[in-house]
């Protein structure tokens, strides 16, 4: 992939303090505009368009990002990257070599929709928050896209075998993936290598309408709060 500058990043937002976004780290957090793909429970259905750094309200230049970075350091661990999917941006090898000039850990959350940009970015990550679908084979019916769980396994092995600290999750809703479908995908999960997984729940707040709210999990995945993170053995 052709490399552009930082300041081309099409930067859609930023959350200047999270506890989440990186468990066990306090991080900012930049939201990359651009996606490739259509999952009905998306939670940032506005980031899908992909506009250049000068197109107004929702815009974020890339300069004001790395000037409240530089504040902040030696007051966050890390910054993270999500999306959006940031891979699919030229721009974000150098704007990741530039948050680690000032010190940072950085984090990327992906699809792995764009493998070859994974690919080059693992040497210059701590670790990746990876959005697993569904089964592999069954990808379209969530993404809207042909093909995508094939460049989805593509990452997921390239990040596997790379050694950088990850967590694979999956989000569930009742209409997109059923009982035995999870079943199935944790066996996927296991066969690949996957230990960290977690299964967060739908929750319609910031999401497009196109699907019911979701209640509470399914007894298979019993547990308080919004997901529940277990090991895969």
């Known amino acids: 992939m052709l490399k552009q500058r930082p300041t081309e990043l099409r930067v859609g937002g930023l959350t200047r303090l999270s506890t989440c976004d990186w468990p066990g780290q306090l991080v900012a957090t930049v939201f990359c505009q651009g996606c490739a793909w259509d999952c009905a429970y998306c939670h940032n259905p506005g980031l899908r368009p992909a506009r250049t750094p000068a197109q107004g ?10 000037g409240f970075l530089s504040g902040r350091r030696g007051l966050l661990d890390a910054v993270v990257f999500s999306g959006g999917e940031p891979t699919l941006q030229p721009a974000l090898l150098e704007a990741v070599a530039e948050v680690r000039r000032l010190g940072f ?27 697993v679908k569904a089964p592999f084979a069954d990808y379209a019916r969530v993404t809207g896209v042909r093909h995508s769980g094939a460049r989805a396994l593509a990452s997921l092995r390239s990040l596997l075998s790379s050694g950088v600290e990850y967590e694979v999750r999956t989000t569930w809703h009742p ?10 995908l944790k066996e996927e999960l296991r066969s690949l290598g996957v230990a960290h997984y977690v299964i967060q729940r739908y929750r319609s707040q910031g999401a497009r309408p196109l699907l019911p709210e979701v209640s509470e999990f399914p007894s298979l995945f019993a547990g308080s709060g919004d997901f529940q993170r277990f090991e895969i053995r």
């Not at 209409?175 to 199935?184: A, N």
């Open 57 to 66: 309200p929702g815009c974020v230049p890339w300069a004001k990002v790395l």
């Open 105 to 131: 850990l950085v984090g990327l959350h992906t699809a792995g929709m764009n493998p070859e940009t994974l690919e080059q970015l693992l040497g210059s990550i701590e670790w990746v928050g990876f959005d």
């Open 175 to 184: 209409d997109l993936l059923s009982l035995e479908d999870l079943y199935r």
